[in-house]
C-alpha cells in the first residue's frame, strides 16, 4: 500500500536555454500529503511546463522540487518513477501493445532489473488498475484501436499501476465524454494520493482541487483555496474576459461564466 508523499517546491524557474528568457519565473508552494492541486491559466501560461518540471522532465534553471522531503534530482530515475506517475496530453505511439500490456508498463520501476518478470503482486495491481478505469473489457484491444478517451482511460491506468505516490495529470479530462469526465475527476477526489492536475475548465477545478495554482505568462499569480484564487477579478484579468460568479439554485453553488469583455455583460 503507497502513501502519499507532500510536495515542496522552492524558487523554482525554467527556461528553455542558459540566458534565455524565462518560461516559469520563480514559484514557491507546498502540496500537502493526499491534496489536490489545480495548475489553470490560459494557453501558453507555462502550466505544462510546471508539471514537466514536477516529474522530473526539465531540470530547473533555480530553485528545487521535493517529493516526500527529497530533491527529485538527487533520487535516481527509477526512485523518481517509484514516487511519480505523470498522465500526459501526448499519448505513446506503441499502438501494437494491447491494453493490459501498457497498463503492465507501470509496474516497471519496481521490477528487479528491466524486464524481471511480473509476480502475483504485480498482476494484482494491474487487475486492479484496469478495475478502477473501468477498462477490463478492453483488456485485449491494440491502444491503436481505442478512441481518445478510452486511451485517456489507459494512461490513468497504467499511472495508477506504478503505485507513485505523487499523481500528476495535465489535462485529464481531455477527450472524455461527460460521464468519464466526471468518473475520472471522482477518482481523481477518492485517491488516497497528491495530485497536480492542469485543469482548462475552471468549474471543474473550483469543484475538485483542494487549492488552485493560477498561472499568467509563466508567473505563478495565485495559490491557495479556489474561492480565494478563482475570483472575478483575478479570471477577468488573466484571461481578459469578464468573469462572472453565479449562484446555481437549486444546488446553491457557485459557477463561473465567461463573456468577452467588448460584448458586454449579459445581466
Ligand atoms: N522547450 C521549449 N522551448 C521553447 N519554448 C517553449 C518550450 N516549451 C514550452 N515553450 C513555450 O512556453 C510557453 C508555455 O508553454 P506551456 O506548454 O507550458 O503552456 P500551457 O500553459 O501548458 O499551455 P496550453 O494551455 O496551451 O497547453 C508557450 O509559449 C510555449 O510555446
Redesign the pocket.
Known sequence: MTTAAGLSVTDLSWA?RRGGTP?LHPASFEVAAGRVLGVV?P???????LLRLLYRFHRPRTGTVCIGGDDIWRLSATDVARRVAAVLQEHPSDFALTVAEIVALGRTPHRRGFGGAAGARDRDIIHASLAQLDLHHLAHRHLGTLSGGERQRVMVARALAQEPRLLILDEPTNHLDIRHQLEVLDLIRTLPLTIVT?L?DLNLAAGVCDDVLL?DAGRCVGFGPPCDVLSEAALSGVFRVNARRERLAPSNTDHLTFHLSNKGNPQ
Open positions: 528553455p518560461l491559466g494557453n501558453g501560461a507555462g502550466k505544462t511546463t492542469s482548462h498561472l
